[in-house]
């Protein structure tokens, strides 16, 4: 079956860094696009970046550019995400998520996607 793993969350000041991971398994990556999204608490859940099977576009939400980098590794099956310069409003559970699409769009929408990991908290003290 599919799986989405994510990894590398945890508590940072505000001005750090965190890398995310998102290890997938049991599904054909290089045939996805994949997505972060993110629920603060009290909150719906958000797009945050996406980038395209290849790795060759992205998409970011307007809050995050500039901070954020999504990327993406076909031959290792995972994708990440940079998080710089971390803003208490980043407090969050992150998740990943994998949609089929072999276009050269990201995908941005949360019905696009076939797949979902299990989140993983990062939060950002001020």
């Known amino acids: 079956q599919v799986q989405l793993v994510e990894s590398g969350g945890g508590l940072v000041q505000a001005g750090g860094s965190l890398r995310l991971s998102c290890a997938a398994s049991?599904?054909?990556?290089?045939?996805?696009?994949m997505g972060w999204f993110r629920q603060a608490p009290g909150k719906e859940r958000e797009f945050v970046a996406a980038?395209?099977?290849?790795?060759?576009?992205?998409y970011y939400q307007d809050s995050v550019k500039g901070r954020f980098t999504v990327s993406r590794d076909n031959a290792e099956n995972t994708v990440y995400l940079q998080m710089n310069s971390l803003k208490p409003e980043d407090t969050a559970v992150y998740y990943c998520?994998?949609?089929?699409?072999?276009?050269?769009?990201?995908?941005?929408?949360?019905?696009?996607?076939?797949?979902w990991g299990q989140g993983i908290q990062v939060t950002v003290s001020s």
């Open positions: 998520a994998a949609g089929y699409s072999r276009s050269a769009v990201p995908l941005y929408r949360a019905y696009e996607y076939d797949y």
């Open positions: 049991g599904l054909t990556f290089s045939s996805y696009a």
């Open positions: 980038i395209s099977w290849s790795g060759g576009n992205t």
